[in-house]
């Protein structure tokens, strides 16, 4: 039938994630997806017009899935234990694979190739979205008192910390060594209440 799908998207989409994902965005080729995916390259062109349409259909889908478990990972009601297990979460996501896969975020975010306004309009949003969880978080009642600093600033400083122990972890490959970092950083802006 003319304008259905001739292909499992969810799968579709599920494959050119990962190659996206392992690549980066400016080295992957339609042809790549298409290997990967098993459909033709034709086909997906029909469907997305081109990579940099593609490429947002993949980041949606990942920044949804990616924004939901970063939600769990908050949801434990000492604050502590919730930014630790956001860590856990972020650190244990970009370093899962052989090689390691890094952040689908931040490798897009320097990729030179990636430099579409539609692209950076999808990352800063997946990244707003990220700041307005940890801002939410660290503005209940537990947290509030120990705050060293307001909880739009200490959002903002750990979303950047989310991107700096990308890097990290590209050079020393140590994952232990990126949540002790992580953890640093927690019991600075959570000082213990004297």
């Known amino acids: 039938m003319a304008g259905r799908r001739q292909f499992d998207e969810k799968a579709t989409m599920d494959r050119a994630r990962e190659v996206f994902w392992f690549k980066g965005y400016g080295a992957t080729s339609m042809q790549d997806v298409a290997t990967a995916t098993g459909v033709l390259r034709g086909s997906l062109y029909n469907a997305y017009r081109d990579k940099e349409t593609l490429f947002l259909r993949v980041f949606e ?76 978080r660290l503005s209940a009642a537990d947290a509030q008192p120990r705050l060293a600093i307001p909880a739009t600033e200490a959002a903002r400083v ?26 640093s950083l927690i019991d600075a802006l959570l000082p213990p209440v004297s």
């Not at 889908?61 to 000492?78: G, N």
């Not at 979303?159 to 050079?171: C, D, P, S």
Request: with cysteine; hydrophobic share 40%; charged share 30%.
């Open 61 to 136: 889908d990942y920044a949804e899935q990616f924004l939901a478990e970063a939600d769990q990972a908050l949801a434990h009601p000492i604050v502590e234990h919730a930014l630790r297990d956001f860590f856990d979460f972020t650190i244990t996501s970009m370093t899962t694979g052989v090689p390691t896969r890094g952040c689908l975020t931040t490798k897009t975010a320097i990729d030179t190739q990636a430099e579409g306004e539609r692209i950076r309009g999808a990352l800063r949003d997946l990244l707003d979205a990220m700041e307005r969880l940890l801002r939410e």
């Open 158 to 183: 750990l979303i950047t910390m989310t991107r700096g122990i990308v890097v990290m972890e590209r050079v020393y490959q140590d994952p232990e060594r990126l949540r002790a970092t992580a953890g």
